[in-house]
């Protein structure tokens, strides 16, 4: 017992001695170490995010190759890929200081181009707070691969992909956001609501697919020539299934990690953005199933997807309640936009057109007229405004620029290539080389797969009618 007692004795004179050389801790140095770990928890919260945002070109890659025809699966897999290498390297050098460097006029930025604004040994919050934003910059560019799908030539895509996160989004970015570091834009002046992007990254994207799909022109077999609408099938509805449950998945970073903050707030944006894509399936399905007779799968899809970019501005600043009603009105919206878009013979393989451009625009009014803090008719004008001077800005350029491509290398393959399938003509690959199709009809279509034009199936029918 004698020896226990001498041991703890030496115990606590050792302690004693260690605490001596250390300094008291005070309230300053407790919110210095509480400040350090917030930031830390930042940095790591943010950078995940990136990394699910980063996750959803996978999801539109597979959602554009499943809703189009196997003979141009390889093509769409190549501008996914590149649309996010070629737009990591613009953003970089051009689109990130136009967007958010230093500005005096706010319209757009000066400084920040290459990452000049990073500064080894100083504060690296730059480099986590551009891996979070050339993730958008990407989304906003393969958004218009969608609805130019099957028809454009690979080196046209790769300079408008390009044009697209240097100037275009990072542009209007800069109205909307530019404060979020070192700029300032006009618009988020006048007190725009868009917290995540419904109108900055998807409306930009949307816009710019409108261009882009009204210069192409439909695919061929799109229309008869007596003007009716004859149904193009995608190749493979699990594949885009699947990639709508990514973007789904992906969302959880896009909306709460827009907060770039490990803070208590992204719970609600979480279960908002969660909310609203559950609702626009929903409507979307019902709505459907009531035009066509049958629970219709694709625009079931879009409804998830036009759910989750309508809550995408809002999704800070509305209630639960509010945002199912903004994703039910987005879902509802997204099957009479598909339906108008093809009636006016604008051929979006995979309405993105309607899904981004269509579905932001509401989203970004609806997060005016439900906002928690009340609405009012300032707000609500000020969301208009945003929302028309995306559309004019994007539009314009976009069409300008689609327009200056084709009148330069050409926009838009062969009739011949065309037929053949991308992947063949422009990469010289096949998606699937060991099996062949066979059409509705019973005939066989070939090695590339099918054509996807046959319409024996019953939503066609119905589809061409309605439409």
């Not at 604004?117 to 504060?123: A, L």
């Not at 210069?215 to 594949?239: A, C, E, F, S």
């Not at 013979?345 to 932001?360: L, M």
Request: with cysteine; glycine share 14%.
């Amino acid at each position: 017992m004698k020896y226990i007692w001498m041991i703890l004795l030496s115990l606590i004179c050792s302690m004693s001695a260690a605490w001596a050389g250390d300094d008291t801790p005070t309230v300053l140095t407790n919110k210095d170490a509480i400040a350090l770990v917030q930031s830390h928890a930042d940095y790591v919260w943010t950078l995940v995010c990136a990394v699910l945002v980063f996750f959803m070109q996978a999801g539109f890659a597979m959602v554009e190759a499943g809703f189009t025809r196997a003979k141009n699966a390889v093509n769409i897999m190549m501008k996914n890929l590149m649309d996010f290498s070629m737009g990591t390297i613009s953003f970089w050098a051009i689109g990130f200081g136009l967007m958010f460097g230093a500005s005096k006029t706010g319209f757009f930025g000066t400084t920040g181009f290459f990452l000049s604004d990073f500064e080894i040994g100083g504060d690296p919050w730059v480099l986590a707070f551009w891996m979070f934003q050339v993730v958008f910059a990407a989304t906003a560019a393969t958004i218009v691969s969608g609805a130019m799908a099957e028809r454009t030539k690979f080196t046209a895509y790769l300079v408008y992909t390009a044009c697209v996160t240097a100037l275009i989004y990072p542009i209007f970015g800069s109205w909307a956001w530019g404060s979020l570091l070192n700029g300032s834009g006009w618009l988020e002046g006048l007190g725009f609501i868009d917290f995540a992007g419904s109108t900055v990254v998807h409306s930009v994207g949307g816009w710019a697919a409108l261009a882009g799909a009204m210069v192409l022109g439909p695919r061929l077999g799109k229309y008869t020539k007596d003007g009716r609408i004859k149904p193009i099938l995608g190749h493979n509805i699990p594949l885009a299934a699947l990639g709508v449950f990514i973007l789904w998945v992906g969302w959880f970073g896009f909306n709460p990690g827009s907060t770039t903050a490990a803070t208590k707030d992204i719970a609600m944006i979480f279960v908002n953005t969660n909310l609203a894509a559950a609702a626009g399936a929903v409507l979307a399905m019902i709505v459907s199933w009531m035009k066509f007779g049958k629970p219709e799968v694709g625009m079931s899809l879009n409804g998830a997807l036009a759910g989750l970019v309508g809550i995408t501005a809002g999704c800070a600043n509305v209630t639960p309640g509010s945002a199912v009603i903004i994703g039910a009105i987005a879902g509802i919206l997204v099957v009479f936009s598909v339906l108008f878009f093809e009636r006016v013979k604008i051929d979006d393989p995979v309405g993105a057109i309607s899904v981004h451009g269509v579905c932001g625009a509401w989203g970004t009014l609806g997060a005016g007229i439900f906002n928690i803090g009340g609405t009012s008719l300032k707000i609500l004008s000020v969301q208009c405004i945003g929302i028309l001077a995306c559309f004019v800005w994007t539009f314009a350029m976009a069409y300008a620029l689609f327009k200056i491509i084709d009148a330069t290398m050409g926009l838009r393959v062969s009739a011949e290539e065309e037929l053949e399938g991308l992947d063949a003509t422009e990469h010289g690959g096949n998606a699937y080389p060991d099996f062949t199709t066979i059409n509705h009809s019973g005939g066989y279509s070939g090695g590339t797969g099918g054509t996807g034009e046959e319409t024996s199936a019953a939503y066609s029918t119905k589809l061409a009618n309605q439409t």
